[in-house]
């Protein structure tokens, strides 16, 4: 089931990217493509030609005060991504990204935010928690272990939560929504992306 749902949501941005990509007012203006990736040259570490998380939102003050930011991303979801303390990518603490990487969590926010511009801003909100929760399922499973949704709430802010435990306790209010979603014992529990879709809805994030 976890896996059907991930399909269908990742299909689904896929679709709308082929729907939208012979217009230029929702790509990454190249220009700004090709300044983005000079940028994170300057930036990444040699040894894994990655950028750590925690330099994203360095990366984007640095282009800031030199270039415009020409990505079609509406200001929450670019504020998603890369405000300081508000942004969740510097949150994946142990994380690196690629450039390709980076450069496709952009164009899965452009589809975030073309949905809100539509008037569908639910559906946005959704896409927007789909983009963090891909960053680290693996596609080929469909869902989280514990040690991945640890990573994921990291990212999110949600820091604190250290154990299982601790998830139960503070997203008490969603999972009662969902009798059954969380069982014991831990070590098997699968978190899918409706949980986590949910949760990004109901805390406003």
Request: glycine share 6%.
């Amino acid at each position: 089931m976890a896996k059907v749902e991930f399909d269908a949501w990742h299909n689904y941005i896929l679709q709308r990217r082929e729907e939208v990509s012979e217009k230029p007012e929702f790509q990454i203006e190249p220009k700004t493509r090709a300044l983005l990736h000079e940028q994170f040259d300057r930036l990444k570490k040699r040894e894994s030609q990655k950028l750590p998380a925690s330099k994203v939102t360095a990366l984007h003050g640095a282009f800031a005060e030199k270039f415009k930011f020409k990505v079609p991303l509406h200001p929450r979801n670019l504020a998603h991504l890369v405000w300081p303390y508000q942004g969740y990518l510097g949150g994946f603490s142990e994380r690196e990204f690629s450039f390709n990487e980076l450069e496709l969590i952009y164009q899965n926010q452009i589809i975030a935010s073309l949905e809100k511009t539509t008037g569908r801003t639910m559906l946005g909100d959704e896409l927007s928690a789909f983009t963090f929760y891909s960053i680290v399922c693996d596609q080929e499973k469909g869902f989280l272990d514990w040690s991945e949704m640890h990573e994921l709430l990291g990212g999110l802010r949600f820091d604190y939560v250290e154990h299982a435990d601790d998830f139960r306790t503070e997203f008490a209010f969603t999972t009662n929504q969902r009798p059954g979603e969380i069982k014991a014992p831990h070590d098997d529990q699968v978190y899918r992306f409706d949980l986590v879709r949910a949760i990004f809805l109901d805390r406003g994030l």
